[in-house]
C-alpha cells in the first residue's frame, strides 16, 4: 500500500520561502511520476508542478513558474516542492500525488494520479 506523507508547511510573510516535502512508502519510489497540487478554500484543487521518475522532465503552473522549483531524490523516496517569493494567493494546502510512470512522463491532470497524501497548510500573509 502506497502511503505519501507531506512536512514544510507554515506560515510566512510574502516574499518568503518554504520547502515542502513529501515522502512515499510501500512501494518502489522510482515507479512513480510525481505532483504537486493546492487548493484553497472556496476553489477548486489545482495543479501547481509535476516531475518525472528520472527527475529530469518537469512541468510548473505558470501561476509559479519561476517562483516554485520541483525535484526528487529516488534515494530518499522523497519529492520536494521549493516556493520561494510567496504571495499571499499561493496561500493553499498543498498535498503530492502519484502517479505511475510511463517513459519520462509528467502529469499535470490530478486523474492521472493514484495516491494523494493528506496535504499541508501554507498560508503567506502581507
Known amino acids: 500500500q502506497v502511503v505519501l506523507r507531506e512536512f514544510g508547511g507554515g506560515s510566512v510573510q510574502t516574499g518568503g520561502s518554504l520547502r515542502l516535502s513529501c515522502v512515499l512508502s510501500g512501494r518502489t519510489f522510482s515507479y512513480y511520476a510525481m505532483g504537486w497540487f493546492r487548493q484553497a478554500p472556496g476553489k477548486e484543487r489545482d495543479f501547481v508542478a509535476a516531475i518525472d521518475w528520472s527527475g529530469r522532465a518537469t512541468n510548473y503552473a505558470d501561476s509559479v513558474k519561476g517562483r516554485f522549483t520541483i525535484s526528487r531524490d529516488n534515494a530518499k523516496n522523497t519529492v520536494y516542492l521549493q516556493l520561494d517569493s510567496l504571495k499571499p494567493e499561493d496561500t493553499a494546502v498543498y498535498s503530492c500525488?502519484?502517479?505511475?510512470?510511463?517513459?519520462?512522463?509528467?502529469?499535470?491532470?490530478?486523474?492521472?494520479?493514484?495516491?494523494w497524501g493528506q496535504g499541508t497548510q501554507v498560508t503567506v500573509s502581507t
Open positions: 500525488a502519484a502517479a505511475r510512470a510511463v517513459a519520462n512522463n509528467f502529469y499535470t491532470d490530478a486523474d492521472e494520479y493514484l495516491y
